[in-house]
C-alpha cells in the first residue's frame, strides 16, 4: 500500500508515516527511481500491535488517577460528606450554610 494508505489508516499524516519509517518502526519498501515507498500490509498491521502492546503496557504503569476515590473512607463520592468536611455546601441547595 502506498504511504498516503498507510496515513489513513492509522489517521496521521504522510510526512508522520515517512517518519515512522525512516526511523525503522514501520517497515518500507522504495521502488523505482522516482522514489515511491510502499508499505506491506502485514508490516502496517505488525505496526499496529506493537503499539497496542506499547500503549497498555504504559496503561499499567501510569494509571488513570481519575477512577480512584481520593479519600479512602469514600466521601468523595458521597457529597454530603465532602460538604461536611469541607464546610462547603452544594450550590443553591442551602446545606450546611447557616441562616442566622
Not at 496521521?12 to 522516482?34: D, F, M
Request: net charge negative; hydrophobic share 40%; charged share 25%.
Amino acid at each position: 500500500m502506498s504511504m498516503a494508505d498507510a496515513a489513513h489508516v492509522l489517521g496521521i499524516s504522510v510526512a508522520q508515516v515517512y517518519a515512522l519509517v525512516r526511523r525503522g518502526e514501520l517497515p518500507a519498501i522504495k521502488i523505482g527511481g522516482r522514489g515511491q515507498w510502499r508499505v506491506e500490509i502485514q508490516g502496517l498491521e505488525g505496526y499496529i500491535d506493537k503499539a497496542f502492546a506499547a500503549t497498555e503496557v504504559f496503561i499499567k504503569q501510569h494509571p488513570y488517577a481519575g477512577d480512584e476515590p481520593a479519600d479512602p473512607e469514600g466521601a468523595d463520592a458521597d457529597p454530603e460528606a465532602a460538604n461536611q468536611s469541607t464546610g462547603k455546601a452544594a450550590e443553591g441547595a442551602g446545606v450546611g450554610v447557616d441562616v442566622d
